[in-house]
Nanobody, 123 residues
């Protein structure tokens, strides 16, 4: 499985960005996909996940109500729509495929990772 994340950039506070993550190779359609982020000097932080077959999503409290994860099964693509961005959302954002069918908020439970895309929110 290979994951390619894109869509990052520089945006002003209050703005929006939409990240994409395209999966190629064997697709584990029962496995959740997650988004994580890592700011300089900080540990990798859970953002949210989505299941492939059942459109269930879950978000970290820090992004709930502002971020939305969706998917396009035909394109093997998962999206992260980010609205009302804040400077504290600045980080490298990663998509990942879970090792397990049961979704998790722990990065150790994700086996495959994209290369990351930088999101910078200016104040």
């Amino acid at each position: 499985v290979q994951l390619q994340a894109s869509g990052g950039g520089l945006v002003q506070a209050g703005g929006s960005l939409k990240l994409s993550c395209v999966a190629s190779g064997p697709i584990f359609s029962n496995y959740p996909m997650g988004w994580f982020r890592q700011a300089p000097g900080s540990e990798r932080e859970f953002v949210g996940f989505i299941r492939w077959r059942v459109e269930t999503t879950y978000y970290a409290d820090s992004v709930k109500g502002r971020f939305t994860i969706s998917r396009d099964n035909a394109k093997n693509t998962v999206y992260l729509q980010m609205n009302s961005l804040k400077p504290e959302d600045t980080a490298v954002y990663y998509c990942a495929v879970s090792r397990h069918m049961v979704p998790s908020t722990r990065s150790d439970d994700y086996a495959y990772w994209g290369q990351g895309t930088q999101v910078t929110v200016s104040s």
